[in-house]
C-alpha cells in the first residue's frame, strides 16, 4: 500500500512523515523519526511501555495507526524535559530511586505526567488507577507510586 | 501488520460508500483498542481500514433528546463515565465504563466498538441490557433501530449488517426512581477481562433486571417482576429464585476461571450489585 503524507506537532516541532496505513504510531515514533524513548514491548495495550500523550491524553502508541495521528500533537518522553530541565515527575523518580532495568519508565513517566495534568493532588490510590495500565516486571511500583506521589508535592 | 488500504471518511454517506464497495473487505475503525490488536494478530484481514473518527456526522458527545441519553458512536470511555447525566441515571454504565482496560485504553476505546466487538466479557454490554438501551444503524438502505438484546448475537458477532454502522447508542431516561449498580471479578485490577461481570437495577415498583456478562456466548438477561428481589430481604424464595437466574447461564472453563467458580461469584456478587442498587434506590440515587 501506498505511504500516505500525516502531518503532526510531536514534542511541539513541525512533522511531515510519510507513513505506511499499517504502521502504528509507535513504530513511526522509533523507526521514522527516531524517538526510541518510547518503548514497544506487549504491542496489544496492556503493559504501557509506549504511552505517549496524542491531543493532551494518555494513550498506547502501539494501538493507534501512525495515520490516526494526523494533525495531532504527540509528546514522548523526550518532549517532557523543558530547558530548566528534567520534568517534575522525571526529577521525582531520580530522587525517589523508582528505576530499576529502566524499561517500562518512559510511559510510566508519561502516564503519570498524565495524571497530574488531570489532577495535581492525586491520592495513592489516584496514582495506582491512572497507572494501572503500566507495568514494571521490576516491580519497582512502591517506589513508583511514591514517586508520582513526590512530584505531584513538588509541583503544588 | 499486514498491509491494508486506509480511508478517513467526512461523512457517514462516504464511509457507507466504502462499506457497500469492500463489503467484507472493509473494517471499521473506531478507538482501535480491540481492532489493532486483531489487525496485528492476524485474526482479521481486511483490505481497507475505514476510520469514522473524522465523520462529522458521527458524535463524540452525548446528548439528551425525547427521553433518551443519546451517547455518540465516537463517545469514548473515559468521557462517558465523567459525564453527570450518565452519572446521575446509569451508574452502572459508569462503573463499567470505568474498569475498562486502563486509562490508556479509555481514552480512546469507544462504547459503540465495545458493543460491536461483541466480547461475551464486553463490561458495559450488562449494563446497556439492564438499561435497555437501543441502538441506531445506518445504512445504504437508511436507518433502523435495534434493542442492545437484538444486537449481540454471539462471540465477536452482531446483527449489524456489513453496509451498516453504528451511529449512537441511546439509554431510556428513568421515569420511575430505580437504583442500579455493576459489579465483576478479575484476577487483577486494570487491564484484564472480566471473570464474571454483572449489572442490576431495581425500580420502584419493584422491578428487578440482572445482565451477566462473561458467562455465556452473549450476556444474559433476566428479570424479576414479583417484586420479590427488590424487597431485600433473603428468603429461601428468593434465594431460589437467584439459583433459576443463574442456572440460565453457561460459563465455561478458561484461563480466568473455572465453571464452578464463576457460577460460585456470580451468585455472590449478584447479592452484592442488588443490595447496592437497593441501597441506591432507598438514597434516591438512580
Given at each position: 500500500?501506498?505511504?500516505?503524507?500525516?502531518?503532526?506537532?510531536?514534542?511541539?516541532?513541525?512533522?511531515?512523515?510519510?507513513?505506511?496505513?499499517?504502521?502504528?504510531?509507535?513504530?513511526?515514533?522509533?523507526d521514522q523519526v527516531g524517538l526510541t524513548g518510547t518503548k514497544e514491548c506487549c504491542s496489544?495495550?496492556?503493559?504501557?511501555?509506549?504511552?505517549?500523550?496524542?491531543?493532551?491524553?494518555?494513550?498506547?502508541?502501539?494501538?493507534?495507526?501512525?495515520?490516526?495521528?494526523?494533525?495531532?500533537?504527540?509528546?514522548?518522553?523526550?518532549?517532557?524535559?523543558?530547558?530548566?530541565?528534567?520534568?517534575?515527575?522525571?526529577?521525582?523518580?531520580?530522587?525517589?530511586?523508582?528505576?530499576?532495568?529502566?524499561?517500562?519508565?518512559?510511559?510510566?513517566?508519561?502516564?503519570?505526567?498524565?495524571?497530574?495534568?488531570?489532577?495535581?493532588?492525586?491520592?495513592?490510590?489516584d496514582v495506582k488507577e491512572a497507572l494501572a495500565g503500566n507495568l514494571c516486571r521490576c516491580?519497582?511500583?512502591?517506589?513508583?507510586?511514591?514517586?508520582?506521589?513526590?512530584?505531584?508535592?513538588?509541583?503544588? | 501488520?499486514?498491509?491494508?488500504?486506509?480511508?478517513?471518511?467526512?461523512?457517514?454517506?462516504?464511509?457507507?460508500?466504502?462499506?457497500?464497495?469492500?463489503?467484507?473487505?472493509?473494517?471499521?475503525?473506531?478507538?482501535?483498542?480491540?481492532?489493532?490488536?486483531?489487525?496485528?494478530?492476524?485474526?482479521?484481514?481486511?483490505?481497507?481500514?475505514?476510520?469514522?473518527?473524522?465523520?462529522?456526522?458521527?458524535?463524540?458527545?452525548?446528548?439528551?433528546?425525547?427521553?433518551?441519553?443519546?451517547?455518540?458512536?465516537?463517545?469514548?470511555?473515559?468521557?462517558?463515565?465523567?459525564?453527570?447525566?450518565?452519572?446521575?441515571?446509569?451508574?452502572?454504565?459508569?462503573?463499567?465504563?470505568?474498569?475498562?482496560?486502563?486509562?490508556?485504553?479509555?481514552?480512546?476505546?469507544?462504547?459503540?466498538?465495545?458493543?460491536?466487538?461483541?466480547?461475551?466479557?464486553?463490561?458495559?454490554?450488562?449494563?446497556?441490557?439492564?438499561?435497555?438501551?437501543?441502538?441506531?444503524?445506518?445504512?445504504?438502505?437508511?436507518?433502523?433501530?435495534?434493542?442492545?438484546?437484538?444486537?449481540?448475537?454471539?462471540?465477536?458477532?452482531?446483527?449489524?449488517?456489513?453496509?451498516?454502522?453504528?451511529?449512537?447508542?441511546?439509554?431510556?431516561?428513568?421515569?420511575?426512581?430505580?437504583?442500579?449498580?455493576?459489579?465483576?471479578?478479575?484476577?487483577?485490577?486494570?487491564?484484564?477481562?472480566?471473570?464474571?461481570?454483572?449489572?442490576?437495577?431495581?425500580?420502584?415498583?419493584?422491578?428487578?433486571?440482572?445482565?451477566?456478562?462473561?458467562?455465556?456466548?452473549?450476556?444474559?438477561?433476566?428479570?424479576?417482576?414479583?417484586?420479590?428481589?427488590?424487597?431485600?430481604?433473603?428468603?429461601?424464595?428468593?434465594?431460589?429464585?437467584?439459583?433459576?437466574?443463574?442456572?440460565?447461564?453457561?460459563?465455561?472453563?478458561?484461563?480466568?476461571?473455572?465453571?464452578?467458580?464463576?457460577?460460585?461469584?456470580?451468585?455472590?456478587?449478584?447479592?452484592?450489585?442488588?443490595?447496592?442498587?437497593?441501597?441506591?434506590?432507598?438514597?434516591?440515587?438512580?
Amino acid at each position: 500500500m501506498a505511504a500516505q503524507g500525516a502531518t503532526m506537532r510531536i514534542n511541539g516541532q513541525a512533522h511531515q512523515v510519510a507513513v505506511e496505513p499499517h504502521h502504528t504510531l509507535l513504530q513511526m515514533l522509533r523507526d521514522q523519526v527516531g524517538l526510541t524513548g518510547t518503548k514497544e514491548c506487549c504491542s496489544q495495550g496492556e503493559c504501557g511501555a509506549c504511552t505517549v500523550l496524542l491531543n493532551g491524553q494518555a494513550v498506547d502508541a502501539c494501538l493507534v495507526l501512525a495515520v490516526e495521528a494526523d494533525g495531532g500533537e504527540v509528546v514522548t518522553i523526550e518532549g517532557l524535559a523543558g530547558p530548566g530541565g528534567l520534568d517534575p515527575v522525571q526529577q521525582a523518580f531520580v530522587e525517589t530511586g523508582a528505576v530499576q532495568c529502566g524499561f517500562c519508565i518512559p510511559g510510566m513517566v508519561v502516564a503519570a505526567r498524565d495524571l497530574l495534568n488531570r489532577n495535581p493532588d492525586p491520592t495513592e490510590a489516584d496514582v495506582k488507577e491512572a497507572l494501572a495500565g503500566n507495568l514494571c516486571r521490576c516491580a519497582a511500583y512502591q517506589r513508583i507510586i511514591a514517586a508520582v506521589l513526590s512530584a505531584a508535592r513538588a509541583e503544588r | 501488520m499486514r498491509p491494508f488500504a486506509y480511508a478517513r471518511p467526512d461523512t457517514v454517506e462516504q464511509a457507507l460508500d466504502l462499506l457497500s464497495e469492500y463489503a467484507d473487505d472493509a473494517r471499521l475503525l473506531a478507538g482501535g483498542t480491540d481492532v489493532i490488536v486483531r489487525l496485528r494478530t492476524g485474526h482479521i484481514r481486511p483490505a481497507i481500514v475505514v476510520d469514522v473518527k473524522r465523520i462529522t456526522g458521527l458524535r463524540a458527545d452525548i446528548v439528551e433528546t425525547d427521553g433518551v441519553l443519546r451517547i455518540g458512536a465516537r463517545a469514548v470511555m473515559a468521557d462517558i463515565s465523567a459525564d453527570g447525566r450518565v452519572q446521575r441515571h446509569f451508574p452502572a454504565l459508569v462503573e463499567s465504563a470505568r474498569v475498562v482496560g486502563s486509562v490508556q485504553i479509555r481514552n480512546r476505546a469507544t462504547l459503540a466498538g465495545n458493543i460491536c466487538n461483541a466480547s461475551p466479557a464486553a463490561d458495559t454490554a450488562p449494563a446497556l441490557l439492564v438499561y435497555g438501551a437501543t441502538l441506531n444503524l445506518v445504512g445504504t438502505g437508511g436507518r433502523r433501530r435495534v434493542p442492545i438484546a437484538g444486537f449481540l448475537a454471539g462471540p465477536g458477532r452482531t446483527t449489524l449488517q456489513p453496509h451498516e454502522l453504528v451511529e449512537s447508542i441511546d439509554l431510556p431516561l428513568p421515569r420511575i426512581a430505580a437504583g442500579s449498580a455493576f459489579g465483576r471479578v478479575t484476577r487483577r485490577w486494570g487491564v484484564d477481562l472480566a471473570t464474571v461481570n454483572l449489572s442490576c437495577v431495581v425500580t420502584e415498583a419493584g422491578v428487578t433486571r440482572f445482565a451477566y456478562g462473561a458467562v455465556a456466548p452473549t450476556p444474559v438477561l433476566v428479570q424479576d417482576e414479583s417484586g420479590l428481589l427488590a424487597g431485600g430481604a433473603e428468603s429461601d424464595a428468593s434465594r431460589l429464585l437467584l439459583d433459576r437466574f443463574i442456572a440460565q447461564t453457561s460459563p465455561r472453563s478458561d484461563l480466568r476461571g473455572g465453571r464452578d467458580y464463576r457460577l460460585a461469584m456470580l451468585s455472590v456478587m449478584s447479592r452484592r450489585v442488588l443490595a447496592t442498587s437497593i441501597q441506591r434506590l432507598h438514597a434516591g440515587e438512580v
